[in-house]
């Protein structure tokens, strides 16, 4: 039997992949795709009651409960909130753990998001996969370097608006509304998120607010029939795999459409 692929859903906090990929990530693991889960920070100050410690402790088994949703290997955080910086170590921390999962797909935040936390992660992970297969290049723990290809997509951002309310227009949609019922029942396990992005972000319902970013991301596909949808933007493929393909597109055939970005010629 060959070995499963595997892909590797990365957020910033517990609840950005539930957020923005998890329909994409439910499809690939009924593909066959073996699924990693990671949320970079702790999410230590989500919270202004709890004690840091308690918060720290109820986030990471909400992130654990919600990546056994769809039996995904979920991978402990590294720093702690607001602290997740374009810097030495945690880029050879995160170079450890792309070399030990050796993903050929990779879901990452967006490049550009409302949240510095967001923005810095995409850009630590888009270097830990650009560095796999550096020999000279020491991961923190070491790991051996690992030489298969990789493909990267960035999700969209939070609400689909960047910093500066400004649209973001995917050019990869993925229908999920065969399993969106899973993608809220991922995003529910993190309970103690709902009076807290209640109090601090107006967001009455966070399960509803991720049903109605879908729906946005589904209309915007211009799709019919399509009640609720995923966006990606392509990462260059240079330095990362010697063609420009598009795995995503080609395993998720039947619940993909495709736009070309407004680049092309
Ligand atoms: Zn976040």
Known sequence: MPEKPRVFAVGAHPDDVEFNMAG???????????PHMMNVARSNLDSNELPEAEITRIRLREAQNAAQVIGAVHHPPLVDDLMIFYEDGLLRQMSAVIREIAPTIVLLPSLNDYMEDHTNTARVVVTACFSRAMRHYRSRPQREPTDQDVYLYHTQPHLNRDGMRLLVVPELYVNITRVIETKRQMLAQHESQRQWLDDTQGLDDYVESMAAAS??????????????????RRHSHIGFAPHDHDPLSDVLAEFVTRQPPPHSV
């Open 215 to 232: 729906a946005e991301v589904a209309r915007m596909s211009g799709q019919a029939g399509w009640e609720y949808a995923e966006g990606f």
């Open 24 to 34: 994409t990530l439910a499809l690939l693991v009924q593909a066959g795709f073996e």
